[in-house]
């Protein structure tokens, strides 16, 4: 007697023909050596590249120290900034020594404390200090600023305590800097560096599937055969949706145990944020392949649709509200931007659920346009 083929119940997904499809991919994973480095080896790359070489933090400036009458009380105001974590002084003879060196870019900037700095600071209380910022930095020219400022409010304050008489402040400010109280900026690169990872990962990863197929061949052996396109999309994102989780997991490890970035939050948030996302960044991938005729061209697009749009415009580096309204209003088109405030969030502040589940429902929003122009473009034909 002659075994029927099992079918799916009322014409759905065979779970039978899905098994298989998955199981097909995850043997074409493996053999692909490619796939496993943009998965596991490309996070670490990215991550030890812009974890140590991207920093907002101003730390160990190189500042020339001009005095041109020395005392006791400009030696004691320079040794504020040698105590300093943010400066290296450099002592030189005049300030036509320092200018030259500024304009050569051995120094960031100068300290001036002309002749008259101590007689004016013991006669008047009045000693004005000169300072000469690159400003070619603008970031680094406001943060060395405003350190300088510090010691030299701190000075002032010492320097009161030793004469006995109070500092003259109109103002006394009492600051406290929650969920990064450090000022590490690598707390607030290092997640949305994650976010960025992602999205490369899980666009570069799929957008070159579909065009892998018709480029050797096999795609049409798919198509003559009994599988339905549900079943080759699910076939295909289950694999990579595993494979990126997994590079996921290393990023977040990376970041926790290596980088030393708090992690307030839940792990429950952070994988199902994490998962959603992937979903999405699939699905962008998968969309891109259809429109590529070759894995090449695949890859270009992927970058620069996902990867290009996700570092300059998700808040990962530049400050959204900073940006231009038009400019702004274009960042809701970026995914990245979503799970950049979620893993930002969970990282530093915790679950804060209003960010979560706010970021998370217009990723819900995005993954389902992606999917359903995805299932209207993909048909079982030769074209």
Known sequence: MKRRRPRAPGGGISMMRLKGLVKKESYQIIRDPSSIGIAFVLPVVLLFIFGYGVSLDAQHVPMAMVIDKPDQATYDFVSGFGQSEYFSPVI???????????IQRRIDGIVWLRGNFGRALLSTGNAPI????????????????????GVWIKWLGRFSMEKGRPLDIPAKVDYRIWFNAAVRSRNFLVPGLIAVIMTLIGAMLTAMVIARE?????????????????????GKVIPYFVLGMGGMALSVAMAIF????????????????????MLTAIFMGLLISQAAGSQFVAGQ??????????????????????????????????????FVSILQSIFLAGDIWPIFFSNCLWLVVMGTVFILIIRRKAKKRLE
């Open 92 to 102: 030189m003879n005049n300030i036509q020594e320092a200018e030259e060196a500024l």
């Open 130 to 149: 000169g300072v000469i910022v690159n400003g070619v930095d603008a970031n680094q020219a406001r943060i060395t600023i405003g350190y300088v400022t």
């Open 214 to 234: 018709w480029e050797r061949g096999t795609m049409e052996a798919l198509i003559v055969s009994p599988v339905k396109i549900q079943e080759i999309l699910l």
């Open 258 to 277: 290596i980088f030393h970035v708090p992690l307030r939050g839940s792990f429950l948030a952070l994988t199902g944020g994490s998962a959603l996302f």
């Open 301 to 338: 697009i992927a970058i620069v649709v996902t990867f290009l749009p996700a570092f300059m415009l998700s808040g990962f580096v530049f400050d959204i509200g900073s940006m231009p309204r038009a400019i702004q209003w274009l960042t809701h088109l970026v995914a990245a931007r979503y």
